[in-house]
Nanobody
Framework: QVQLVESGGGLVQAAGSLRLFCAAYGTFLSINAMGWYRQAPGKQRELVAVITSGDTTNYADSVKGRFTISRENDKNTVYLQMDSLKPEDTAVYYC???????????????WGQGTQVTVSS
């Protein structure tokens, strides 16, 4: 069984910063891509950032230059550094990891429980 545990959300004023953490626990062979989605009230879930196992990154246009995704493979952890936060960044943030349980198996996406980020104006 694979479990993703998130932390780091909270309330911050506009222009402030937060750092989100997401660690994968369990028994598995490897983790391919990891990333973050967010969902604001009344809106669809949107991709925020993704990082491959080779550290290639990609960001939503709305967060480019403000957010930075990184990972520590030996800790099975992905981070999201969020700077210059805006009220429109307010959402529940979900991490994910594409996990291979064993050799010859396909990657399966696992999700974190979500963490609330609220940015006040």
């Amino acid at each position: 069984q694979v479990q993703l545990v998130e932390s780091g959300g909270g309330l911050v004023q506009a222009a402030g910063s937060l750092r989100l953490f997401c660690a994968a626990y369990g028994t598995f062979l490897s983790i391919n891509a990891m990333g973050w989605y967010r969902q604001a009230p009344g809106k669809q879930r949107e991709l925020v950032a993704v990082i491959t196992s080779g550290d290639t990154t990609n960001y939503a246009d709305s967060v480019k230059g403000r957010f930075t995704i990184s990972r520590e493979n030996d800790k099975n952890t992905v981070y999201l550094q969020m700077d210059s936060l805006k009220p429109e960044d307010t959402a529940v943030y979900y991490c994910y990891a594409n996990v291979r349980r064993g050799s010859g198996s396909l990657s399966i996406r696992h999700w974190g429980q979500g963490t609330q980020v609220t940015v006040s104006s």
